[in-house]
């Protein structure tokens, strides 16, 4: 047993030693590499490619990765890029992602790196940029795969970068994304104990991060309906079935799905109808009205209910009028949950790498994101890093998918430091 003053001494240096760890400086990036960063971002943002046609940007990666030693894969979910870095002790894997796709979206801000691309997206000439932020995803984790090989020999365990195509969804007739590099074998050699992602945003001040625990982003679902009537006279509607009529109730009564029949203190949950499409001439009666939506909620048992009580809901409705409903739901992203432990866990980290001052909780966001399909693998984390300058309302800047979206470069070694810091904390404990 310890004698009172050695007992004493000891409890003294265990806080010190808590205490030095709590306090320990976070992992910082040179100016030199922060610059290397800034020019990677401008050069991604010169030159985007839509999802699936990220060539340039998929070579450039792949490219880099080797030339830091990495065992790298290319061509997975048909552009996508993984290296593997393993480092000199022994320790967990954990894997830090990254999208590489734009959108078709012609570009209105003044920089002088700004794209003037254009490309044929779904049968016409239309603008790319990099309205959503994707390139400094990219340039942040090229930026943090250097920092981290030059610490090879300290890193616990093995480090997987995931460079990934499509998240902004693949083009018709197509698969992509985050579910189709799991599909071919993302994780089927190595899986990763824990995984981890960034996204930019302008509702946020540069530098802060907000992240939440739990349910973060909705999951996000396209529905299709068709209602197939009886064509007629508009001067006799008795003489047909009018699928219009039908159509309306069809989407007065979706209202009372989450009104009614869904349990929204599991979280929230929308139907919202954003087609409606039938018709020819004004005194015809047509044969069929097209239906097309989207379903977003947070909580999965909830999804399942939703879809169950649509197609119900449209078929006895039309059904009630004589007419039928044929419906169609295209699954897309799941609810993006962040786990609560891993969300624990990493708080310290973020508060040191962004200040606590700067690390906020985050509200629920309607919007999707596919690194849900990782975090249903593996456990994971994800967060949003504010690139609205200072002096400037985030309530008013213009939002990611904006032609005018526009992202303040000083974030980037805040990201950047966020993946490298990730890696070497989640090893501790």
């Given at each position: 047993m310890?004698?009172?003053?050695a007992l004493a001494?000891?409890?003294?240096?265990?806080l010190?030693?808590?205490?030095?760890s709590?306090?320990?400086?976070?992992?910082?990036?040179?100016a030199?590499l922060?610059?290397?960063?800034?020019d990677?971002?401008?050069d991604?943002?010169?030159?985007?490619e839509?999802?699936?046609?990220?060539?340039?940007?998929?070579?450039?990666v792949?490219?880099?990765?080797?030339?830091?030693?990495?065992?790298?894969?290319t061509?997975?979910?048909?552009?996508?890029?993984?290296g593997?870095?393993k480092?000199?002790?022994p320790?967990?894997?954990?894997?830090?992602r990254a999208?590489?796709?734009?959108?078709?979206?012609t570009?209105k801000?003044d920089?002088?790196?700004?794209s003037?691309v254009?490309?044929?997206?779904?049968?016409e000439?239309?603008g790319?940029m990099?309205?959503?932020?994707h390139?400094?995803?990219i340039a942040?984790?090229?930026g943090a795969?250097?920092?981290?090989?030059?610490?090879?020999?300290?890193?616990p365990?093995?480090?997987m970068f995931i460079?990934q195509p499509?998240?902004?969804?693949?083009?018709?007739?197509?698969e992509?994304g985050a579910?189709?590099?799991?599909?071919?074998?993302?994780?089927?050699d190595?899986?990763?104990?824990?995984?981890f992602?960034?996204h930019?945003?302008s509702?946020?001040?540069?530098?802060?991060?907000?992240?939440?625990?739990?349910p973060?982003?909705?999951?996000?679902?396209?529905?299709?309906?068709?209602?197939k009537?009886?064509?007629?006279?508009g001067s006799?509607?008795w003489?047909?079935?009018?699928?219009?009529v039908?159509?309306?109730?069809?989407?007065?009564n979706?209202?009372t799905?989450?009104?009614r029949?869904?349990n929204?203190?599991?979280?929230?949950?929308?139907?919202?109808?954003?087609?409606?499409?039938?018709?020819?001439r004004?005194?015809?009666?047509p044969?069929?009205?097209?239906?097309e939506?989207?379903i977003?909620?947070?909580?999965m048992?909830?999804?399942?209910?939703?879809f169950?009580?649509?197609?119900?809901?449209a078929?006895?409705?039309?059904m009630?009028?004589?007419?039928?409903a044929?419906?169609?739901?295209d699954?897309?992203?799941?609810?993006?949950?962040?786990?609560p432990?891993?969300?624990?866990?990493?708080?310290?980290?973020?508060?040191?790498v962004?200040?606590?001052?700067?690390?906020v909780?985050?509200?629920?966001i309607t919007?999707?994101?596919?690194?849900?399909?990782?975090?249903?693998e593996?456990?994971?984390?994800f967060?949003?890093?504010?690139v609205?300058?200072?002096?400037?309302d985030?309530?008013?800047?213009?939002s990611?998918?904006?032609p005018y979206f526009?992202a303040?470069?000083?974030?980037?070694?805040?990201?950047?430091?966020?993946?490298?810091n990730?890696?070497?904390?989640y090893?501790?404990?």
């Amino acid at each position: 047993m310890l004698k009172p003053t050695a007992l004493a001494l000891a409890c003294v240096t265990s806080l010190l030693a808590c205490h030095a760890s709590f306090a320990q400086e976070p992992i910082r990036i040179s100016a030199d590499l922060e610059s290397q960063v800034i020019d990677w971002r401008r050069d991604f943002h010169q030159h985007p490619e839509l999802s699936n046609r990220e060539f340039r940007t998929s070579k450039i990666v792949a490219e880099h990765l080797r030339a830091l030693g990495m065992d790298v894969q290319t061509d997975i979910a048909h552009t996508g890029v993984v290296g593997i870095l393993k480092g000199g002790k022994p320790g967990p894997t954990v894997a830090l992602r990254a999208d590489m796709d734009a959108l078709p979206v012609t570009e209105k801000t003044d920089v002088p790196f700004a794209s003037t691309v254009t490309t044929e997206y779904r049968g016409e000439e239309v603008g790319v940029m990099h309205a959503c932020g994707h390139d400094m995803h990219i340039a942040m984790l090229m930026g943090a795969a250097e920092k981290l090989v030059a610490m090879r020999d300290e890193i616990p365990g093995t480090v997987m970068f995931i460079f990934q195509p499509a998240e902004e969804g693949a083009p018709k007739g197509e698969e992509g994304g985050a579910e189709l590099m799991l599909e071919q074998g993302l994780f089927a050699d190595i899986k990763p104990d824990a995984v981890f992602g960034i996204h930019v945003g302008s509702s946020a001040p540069t530098g802060y991060i907000a992240y939440r625990s739990g349910p973060l982003m909705a999951s996000a679902d396209r529905f299709e309906i068709n209602v197939k009537g009886v064509q007629t006279h508009g001067s006799r509607p008795w003489g047909g079935v009018d699928p219009i009529v039908a159509a309306a109730q069809i989407i007065n009564n979706t209202q009372t799905i989450i009104s009614r029949q869904t349990n929204i203190t599991s979280g929230p949950a929308v139907v919202s109808f954003g087609i409606v499409d039938g018709g020819v001439r004004n005194n015809i009666i047509p044969d069929e009205v097209y239906l097309e939506g989207t379903i977003r909620n947070f909580d999965m048992d909830n999804r399942a209910q939703i879809f169950e009580n649509l197609k119900t809901t449209a078929e006895h409705t039309a059904m009630s009028s004589g007419a039928e409903a044929h419906v169609h739901i295209d699954e897309g992203y799941p609810v993006t949950v962040n786990d609560p432990g891993l969300t624990e866990k990493m708080l310290p980290t973020m508060k040191r790498v962004a200040g606590a001052d700067k690390v906020v909780v985050s509200p629920l966001i309607t919007g999707a994101e596919d690194f849900s399909f990782y975090a249903l693998e593996v456990p994971g984390l994800f967060v949003f890093l504010g690139v609205t300058p200072e002096g400037q309302d985030p309530a008013k800047a213009p939002s990611n998918h904006s032609p005018y979206f526009y992202a303040d470069e000083d974030a980037l070694k805040v990201g950047t430091e966020m993946y490298v810091n990730w890696v070497f904390d989640y090893a501790k404990n």
